[in-house]
């Protein structure tokens, strides 16, 4: 039984590229979550995300970013036009539902992104 | 909002030492309370957690106590290994709605021979 996949696990990008990291959640989770670790800092949650619906992101920036969890295929954070302060790791988390209250969120190992 | 507020580091212990990592929140209700640990170079693993009030999570030699009454989740352990170097993080998600994490800025733990 799988756990969380992302890749890239590591990601280097050029000022003004674009990133793409894919996160494929546990089988049968239907929830993703992405987070942000920004260097020295905790997580910071960015974006939770149904199959083919964006339920809340309002952790994420309004410009350049942007998520996406299709009906197939894994869900996928976009950077368009990065910068230096795009560099972090970025955690992907699912969850299987939201019908009890106890409900653990599962993660993966990250993708970090390093912008020169 | 919910926020979580842990102790600094880095905590620098001997092997074998008592370890404590303070952490307390701030949230409406009764949150779900947890700790994660990341190991260097890798993503983060559920330690222990804790549902309602007085619940203790156990895990690996680890142990917190959900305690209401100081809205705080302490980490402990008796007799920390070179092994348990890691950061730390306590986190809680929301008694209501979708369970959106929200995480302590992590405490660095490192444990010298």
């Known amino acids: 039984n799988a756990g969380v996949m992302q890749n890239p696990r590591h990601l280097v990008r050029r000022r003004g590229q674009e990133a793409r990291l894919r996160c494929s959640p546990m089988?049968?989770?239907?929830?993703v979550y992405w987070y942000r670790q920004l260097p020295e800092e905790g997580l910071k949650f960015m974006v939770y995300?149904?199959?083919?619906?964006?339920?809340?992101e309002s952790g994420m920036p309004k410009e350049r970013f942007s998520a996406e969890f299709p009906k197939e295929g894994p869900s996928i954070l976009r950077i368009q036009q990065v910068v230096r302060g795009d560099s972090a790791a970025y955690f992907c988390?699912?969850?299987?539902?939201?019908?009890?209250?106890?409900?653990?969120?599962?993660f993966g190992p990250g993708t970090r992104l390093t912008v020169l | 909002g919910n926020s979580v507020t842990q102790m600094e580091g880095p905590v620098t212990l001997s092997e074998e030492a008592f370890l404590t990592i303070n952490c307390t929140y701030t949230?409406?209700?009764?949150?779900?309370l947890f700790w994660y640990v990341q190991y260097p170079g890798e993503g983060l693993q559920l330690l222990l957690k804790?549902?309602?009030?007085?619940d203790k999570g156990s895990n690996k030699g680890f142990e917190a106590t959900y305690r209401k009454e100081t809205t705080s989740f302490h980490l402990e352990k008796g007799s920390v290994q070179v092994s348990d170097s890691a950061v730390y993080f306590c986190?809680?998600?929301?008694?209501?709605?979708?369970?959106?994490?929200?995480f302590g800025t992590g405490t660095k733990l490192q444990v010298i021979p």
């Open positions: 804790a549902t309602k009030a007085d």
């Open positions: 949230a409406t209700g009764y949150p779900s």
């Open positions: 988390a699912s969850s299987p539902s939201l019908e009890t209250r106890d409900n653990e969120q599962f």
């Open positions: 995300l149904q199959k083919e619906n964006i339920i809340d």
């Open positions: 986190a809680l998600t929301p008694s209501g709605g979708y369970q959106k994490v929200t």
């Open positions: 089988k049968g989770h239907s929830h």
